[in-house]
């Protein structure tokens, strides 16, 4: 992943807001990146223009060989299918649906004959085997966020984003829900892109990169990662 | 890993589902909606295919037989009778207008109404009728109820409201003429009364002898001699129609066959369909606004799983494609529900419209079903595109962000795709309404009251905006409230339009309504006359003018002669193969009055030519309606060819007039000047102006003095 001279400025009612002022960074396959940085910082937006949900304002950004800005947007949504996954702070399960259903949904907009066989397979692999046929309102917050990274991890995506995935959990259970997302990245061979407020969190990672006012304050490499398989 | 169609349709019918689990919930005003808009047009098209079924299944009955031949004034001749005799069985009958009223001295005399009554006489010969079967109460023999009873009075039988009218009852005597009539029994069913045009009266049906001995029937009297012909096995009737035809070319009388038996009712059907039809746009514009605040509501309440799935990997298209296909599923079962409804409203209306003697062939039509179901769907799809295509334009970054997920905006070319589906609704709604001005009005009203109301929406909003923006520390709850209607995607549009517009609908048609009654009430002006005495013999007319004047306060008596006649040639091109504008047929289709005038009417409003010398006796010229002239393509000089008793008169176009017919006074599309006319056996018509509560005296003053004068009461 390369991102050269990244801006992103956004209009508000109050006149533009320079969100990101300029971001190079290059990520390898397999590496886990935790991004860090106080409120306003841009941690989101970043990841949001790494999802190819937002479009810079002014630089380059390529992923897995492919220039964003090359693609228009149902484009970047069928690159989004193939090779990326996303983990929401607030799960973002469709209410309506199961959670086996729920984890169906990638696979099966990508046509993906058994999209139900590989949906059971994640959620056994997320430990919720006896949790198919339940609905969103009838799990717990916990099970939930691992229906949610069942989800981003079914279709084996190249890159993996989580966006504070335990900011709605309780210390305990955000733990198991960490442990999970390290090891399923592992597992895959993808990369991990962690946005968190979470220090210890993102220590785990096997590079920190922090962010402040729309720009990288520091880059290196972690002193304790969970695990690092840089290639 | 490319999606194909086959998956999407797979992962809509799940998310249809998945969305149906909790309940139809934001879809309930939407099936209604749907349901209603069907339901309303496939009745109004299924009903008026049942009646022009029925029609047609009915048509000898309604005609009365396979062939009509009608005269004015005289009966057929003795070749004319031949050859009519000749093609199969002939039933003769006569048809005039007259006054009947209830016999002083008889049982019911001091009950009954002194007022006589307007009735529609009609004398059927041993053979009538040739098909169907007449209804009477009590139930009897119709030729047995019509003869003459001992006592010297003349059977008759007449409709119910006639004995109402009459305030007497069945076995009570009436005099028609010179005759005494016994009500011999009510007539709950007259055969072939559906073909009958235009009826200023309750039917009173007597025998020939009756009729003759009434003394009624005097030359020039306005009389039509109907002949109803049963064909002979094997015979044609548009061959035998074409045939006496060419060999009768001046018999002017009118020939219809079963096709055109009921071309009132059916022209009456075809105006009520076309403003039931206005009614049922009505319901499906409003419906439509309908659909589209609930596919909106349900889109919105949806937007957050919208979003995810673009941050799944849902393409723009995808996203369209998938609601598209739920929004079709459920606008199919709201369409069918209603065309449900709509194909089975003739069975239950059959019956009511039955005793309206409208025959109704129940069935399903398969027709008005198709055109129903195509306008249901083109209406969903129509008004359920905007919110359709601002669901898959929803920006998925807004679930990383604080505050609500909210549907995206419209690009150009989705405006477009609005438009053009706008477009093929209006297209379609026109083409199918029967009207195309009708339609092409409503439509254009519809788009008018839409863009009226989005501005005014519009305007609302930045007046809320300034509002809340000039309430800065004071009123917090109206501040809240003017917050929430300047909104960039507040509902305030949607509210504006769909209230204005339902508000709109119904003041309409209550206004429609309303003054279609007043027309009937109010167009009949304050100077109109109160009576028309039509019928009024030659020798009659100075007794009768020394009557109208002498009467109190009697006022603006006018009495001119009158003829009726056809219209056979226009600039010598025979009228059977003119096509005029439909809003000046009517000059063409059956018979006109006519009169003769030396001088100018003093009504008459000349727009062109002049008006001929007073004592001009020169080549028959005509004072034409302006009106006429135009839609015949007729200016002054040209010729027109009137069919007068059997016989053809060419006259020239002298001038022409402009006719409020609105007015009431006495008008006659036609003038001739004197001469020829003059000489034709005629009977006069006048009419007579008298304070409202002198005109029952009047009529009964009248009937006394001229038996065979008929007065119609204009009020």
């Given at each position: 992943?390369?991102?050269?001279?990244?801006?992103?400025?956004?209009?508000?009612?109050?006149?533009?807001?320079?969100?990101?002022?300029?971001?190079?960074?290059?990520?390898?396959?397999?590496?886990?990146?935790?991004?860090?940085?106080?409120?306003?910082?841009?941690?989101?937006?970043?990841?949001?223009?790494?999802?190819?949900?937002?479009?810079?304002?002014?630089?380059?950004?390529?992923?897995?060989?492919?220039?964003?800005?090359?693609?228009?947007?149902?484009?970047?949504?069928?690159?989004?299918?193939?090779?990326?996954?996303?983990?929401?702070?607030?799960?973002?399960?469709?209410?309506?649906?199961?959670?086996?259903?729920?984890?169906?949904?990638?696979?099966?907009?990508?046509?993906?004959?058994?999209?139900?066989?590989?949906?059971?397979?994640?959620?056994?692999?997320?430990?919720?085997?006896?949790?198919?046929?339940?609905?969103?309102?009838?799990?717990?917050?916990?099970?939930?966020?691992?229906?949610?990274?069942?989800?981003?991890?079914?279709?084996?995506?190249?890159?993996?984003?989580?966006?504070?995935?335990?900011?709605?959990?309780?210390?305990?259970?955000?733990?198991?829900?960490?442990?999970?997302?390290?090891?399923?990245?592992?597992?895959?061979?993808?990369?991990?892109?962690?946005?968190?407020?979470?220090?210890?969190?993102?220590?785990?990672?096997?590079?920190?990169?922090?962010?402040?006012?729309?720009?990288?304050?520091?880059?290196?490499?972690?002193?304790?990662?969970?695990?690092?398989?840089?290639? | 890993?490319?999606?194909?169609?086959?998956?999407?349709?797979?992962?809509?019918?799940?998310?249809?589902?998945?969305?149906?689990?909790?309940?139809?919930?934001?879809?309930?005003i939407f099936l209604i909606c749907l349901i209603l808009g069907a339901a309303v047009i496939a009745a109004i098209g299924?009903?008026?295919?049942?009646?022009?079924?029925?029609?047609?299944?009915?048509?000898?009955?309604?005609?009365?037989?396979?062939?009509?031949?009608?005269?004015?004034?005289?009966?057929?001749?003795?070749?004319?009778?031949?050859?009519?005799?000749?093609?199969?069985?002939?039933?003769?009958?006569?048809?005039?207008?007259?006054?009947?009223?209830?016999?002083?001295?008889?049982?019911?005399?001091?009950?009954?109404?002194?007022?006589?009554?307007?009735?529609?006489?009609?004398?059927?010969?041993?053979?009538?009728?040739?098909?169907?079967?007449?209804?009477?109460?009590?139930?009897?023999?119709?030729?047995?109820?019509?003869?003459?009873?001992?006592?010297?009075?003349?059977?008759?039988?007449?409709?119910?409201?006639?004995?109402?009218?009459?305030?007497?009852?069945?076995?009570?005597?009436?005099?028609?003429?010179?005759?005494?009539?016994?009500?011999?029994?009510?007539?709950?069913?007259?055969?072939?009364?559906?073909?009958?045009?235009?009826?200023?009266?309750?039917?009173?049906?007597?025998?020939?002898?009756?009729?003759?001995?009434?003394?009624?029937?005097?030359?020039?009297?306005?009389?039509?001699?109907?002949?109803?012909?049963?064909?002979?096995?094997?015979?044609?009737?548009?061959?035998?129609?074409?045939?006496?035809?060419?060999?009768?070319?001046?018999?002017?009388?009118?020939?219809?066959?079963?096709?055109?038996?009921?071309?009132?009712?059916?022209?009456?059907?075809?105006?009520?369909?076309?403003?039931l039809n206005l009614v049922g746009f009505c319901a499906l514009l409003i419906g439509g606004l309908g659909v589209a605040n609930a596919?909106?509501?349900?889109?919105?309440?949806?937007?957050?799983?919208?979003?995810?799935?673009?941050?799944?990997?849902?393409?723009?298209?995808?996203?369209?494609?998938?609601?598209?296909?739920?929004?079709?599923?459920?606008a199919?079962?709201g369409t069918?529900?209603g065309l449900?409804i709509g194909?089975?409203?003739?069975?239950?209306?059959?019956?009511?419209?039955?005793?309206?003697?409208?025959?109704?062939?129940?069935?399903?039509?398969?027709?008005p079903?198709?055109l129903a179901a195509a306008i249901s769907l083109l209406t969903a799809f129509a008004f359920a595109?905007?919110?359709?295509?601002?669901?898959?334009?929803?920006?998925?970054?807004?679930?990383?962000?604080?505050?609500?997920?909210?549907?995206?905006?419209?690009?150009?070319?989705?405006?477009?795709?609005?438009?053009?589906a706008a477009?093929v609704l209006a297209a379609a709604a026109i083409?199918t309404a029967?009207?195309?001005?009708?339609a092409?009005?409503f439509v254009?009203a519809a788009v008018?009251t839409l863009?009226?109301?989005?501005?005014?929406?519009?305007?609302?909003?930045?007046?809320?905006?300034?509002?809340?923006?000039?309430?800065?520390?004071?009123?917090?709850?109206?501040?809240?409230?003017?917050?929430?209607?300047?909104?960039?995607?507040?509902?305030?549009?949607?509210?504006?339009?769909s209230?204005?517009l339902g508000?709109?609908v119904?003041?309409?048609i209550?206004?429609?309504?309303?003054?279609?009654?007043?027309?009937?009430?109010?167009?009949?002006?304050?100077?109109?006359?109160?009576?028309?005495?039509?019928?009024?013999?030659?020798?009659?007319?100075?007794?009768?003018?020394?009557?109208?004047?002498?009467?109190?306060?009697?006022?603006?008596?006018?009495?001119?002669?009158?003829?009726?006649?056809?219209?056979?040639?226009?600039?010598?091109?025979?009228?059977?193969?003119?096509?005029?504008?439909?809003?000046?047929?009517?000059?063409?289709?059956?018979?006109?009055?006519?009169?003769?005038?030396?001088?100018?009417?003093?009504?008459?409003?000349?727009?062109?030519?002049?008006?001929?010398?007073?004592?001009?006796?020169?080549?028959?010229?005509?004072?034409?309606?302006?009106?006429?002239?135009?839609?015949?393509?007729?200016?002054?000089?040209?010729?027109?060819?009137?069919?007068?008793?059997?016989?053809?008169?060419?006259?020239?176009?002298?001038?022409?007039?402009?006719?409020?017919?609105?007015?009431?006074?006495?008008?006659?599309?036609?003038?001739?000047?004197?001469?020829?006319?003059?000489?034709?056996?005629?009977?006069?018509?006048?009419?007579?102006?008298?304070?409202?509560?002198?005109?029952?005296?009047?009529?009964?003053?009248?009937?006394?003095?001229?038996?065979?004068?008929?007065?119609?009461?204009?009020?």
């Amino acid at each position: 992943m390369d991102l050269v001279g990244l801006q992103l400025t956004l209009a508000s009612d109050a006149g533009e807001v320079n969100i990101l002022r300029g971001i190079d960074l290059t990520i390898a396959q397999g590496e886990t990146v935790g991004v860090v940085g106080p409120s306003g910082s841009g941690k989101t937006s970043l990841m949001l223009l790494i999802a190819g949900l937002e479009k810079p304002t002014q630089g380059s950004l390529r992923i897995a060989g492919q220039d964003f800005g090359q693609l228009n947007e149902d484009r970047l949504a069928l690159f989004r299918r193939r090779e990326i996954g996303i983990v929401f702070q607030a799960f973002h399960l469709i209410p309506t649906m199961t959670a086996v259903e729920n984890v169906a949904v990638p696979l099966e907009l990508a046509g993906v004959p058994d999209a139900f066989a590989a949906a059971r397979q994640a959620l056994q692999a997320v430990g919720l085997a006896h949790r198919l046929q339940h609905y969103p309102a009838q799990l717990s917050g916990g099970e939930q966020q691992r229906v949610a990274l069942a989800r981003a991890i079914v279709g084996k995506p190249k890159l993996l984003l989580a966006d504070e995935p335990t900011g709605n959990l309780d210390l305990e259970t955000g733990a198991v829900v960490m442990d999970l997302i390290f090891e399923l990245a592992r597992e895959h061979g993808s990369t991990l892109l962690l946005i968190t407020h979470d220090p210890a969190l993102a220590a785990r990672c096997s590079r920190i990169v922090h962010l402040a006012d729309g720009r990288i304050k520091d880059d290196r490499l972690s002193k304790s990662p969970q695990f690092n398989i840089v290639t | 890993m490319a999606s194909s169609p086959m998956a999407v349709l797979k992962f809509a019918w799940r998310d249809l589902r998945s969305s149906l689990r909790g309940g139809l919930r934001g879809f309930r005003i939407f099936l209604i909606c749907l349901i209603l808009g069907a339901a309303v047009i496939a009745a109004i098209g299924s009903l008026s295919s049942g009646i022009v079924a029925g029609l047609a299944a009915n048509g000898k009955a309604i005609l009365g037989g396979d062939l009509e031949f009608r005269l004015i004034y005289r009966p057929a001749d003795q070749d004319e009778m031949h050859a009519l005799n000749g093609s199969g069985t002939v039933t003769h009958s006569e048809e005039m207008r007259a006054m009947v009223k209830a016999t002083a001295g008889t049982a019911a005399a001091n009950t009954a109404s002194s007022d006589p009554a307007l009735v529609e006489v009609k004398a059927v010969d041993r053979l009538y009728p040739l098909y169907g079967q007449a209804e009477i109460d009590p139930p009897q023999d119709l030729q047995a109820a019509l003869t003459q009873r001992p006592d010297g009075r003349y059977g008759a039988l007449v409709e119910p409201t006639l004995l109402q009218r009459l305030q007497i009852g069945v076995g009570d005597t009436v005099t028609l003429g010179q005759v005494r009539l016994i009500i011999a029994g009510t007539l709950l069913h007259e055969p072939d009364r559906g073909s009958q045009i235009f009826g200023l009266g309750p039917r009173l049906m007597i025998s020939p002898q009756a009729l003759a001995a009434s003394d009624l029937a005097q030359p020039g009297s306005l009389i039509y001699h109907v002949y109803k012909v049963k064909l002979q096995p094997g015979l044609d009737a548009a061959r035998v129609k074409d045939q006496l035809s060419a060999r009768f070319p001046t018999a002017g009388w009118r020939i219809r066959g079963v096709e055109d038996a009921s071309t009132g009712l059916r022209n009456f059907l075809n105006r009520t369909a076309q403003y039931l039809n206005l009614v049922g746009f009505c319901a499906l514009l409003i419906g439509g606004l309908g659909v589209a605040n609930a596919v909106r509501a349900f889109l919105e309440s949806k937007a957050r799983s919208l979003a995810v799935l673009k941050c799944l990997g849902a393409s723009s298209s995808q996203l369209l494609a998938l609601y598209l296909i739920l929004v079709g599923v459920m606008a199919l079962i709201g369409t069918a529900i209603g065309l449900v409804i709509g194909a089975v409203t003739p069975f239950f209306l059959g019956a009511m419209l039955a005793r309206f003697d409208v025959p109704i062939l129940a069935g399903l039509y398969l027709k008005p079903l198709l055109l129903a179901a195509a306008i249901s769907l083109l209406t969903a799809f129509a008004f359920a595109l905007a919110p359709l295509l601002k669901a898959r334009r929803v920006k998925p970054a807004q679930l990383f962000r604080s505050g609500p997920v909210e549907l995206g905006g419209l690009n150009r070319y989705d405006l477009g795709a609005i438009g053009g589906a706008a477009i093929v609704l209006a297209a379609a709604a026109i083409l199918t309404a029967g009207s195309i001005k009708l339609a092409a009005g409503f439509v254009a009203a519809a788009v008018l009251t839409l863009i009226a109301f989005a501005v005014l929406a519009a305007g609302l909003k930045r007046l809320a905006g300034h509002g809340k923006a000039r309430l800065q520390g004071q009123s917090r709850a109206l501040r809240f409230a003017l917050a929430d209607i300047a909104r960039r995607q507040s509902p305030t549009a949607s509210v504006v339009l769909s209230i204005g517009l339902g508000l709109t609908v119904l003041v309409a048609i209550a206004l429609i309504q309303r003054n279609m009654l007043r027309d009937l009430e109010e167009t009949v002006p304050g100077h109109a006359p109160s009576f028309y005495f039509i019928d009024i013999q030659p020798q009659q007319i100075d007794a009768f003018d020394a009557f109208a004047r002498k009467f109190p306060g009697a006022d603006d008596f006018q009495r001119v002669p009158m003829l009726r006649g056809r219209i056979a040639a226009v600039k010598d091109v025979p009228a059977d193969r003119l096509k005029p504008p439909s809003d000046i047929a009517w000059v063409l289709k059956g018979d006109r009055g006519l009169t003769w005038s030396a001088t100018a009417p003093s009504n008459a409003k000349i727009v062109e030519g002049q008006w001929w010398p007073a004592d001009y006796q020169g080549p028959p010229l005509i004072s034409l309606d302006a009106a006429a002239a135009k839609g015949l393509g007729l200016t002054i000089g040209d010729s027109l060819t009137v069919n007068l008793l059997g016989r053809e008169i060419t006259g020239k176009i002298a001038n022409l007039r402009e006719i409020d017919w609105s007015s009431l006074d006495i008008n006659f599309v036609m003038v001739f000047s004197p001469g020829l006319l003059q000489q034709a056996p005629q009977t006069y018509i006048a009419t007579l102006r008298v304070p409202t509560d002198s005109e029952g005296k009047l009529l009964a003053a009248s009937t006394q003095e001229f038996p065979n004068v008929s007065a119609i009461r204009v009020k």
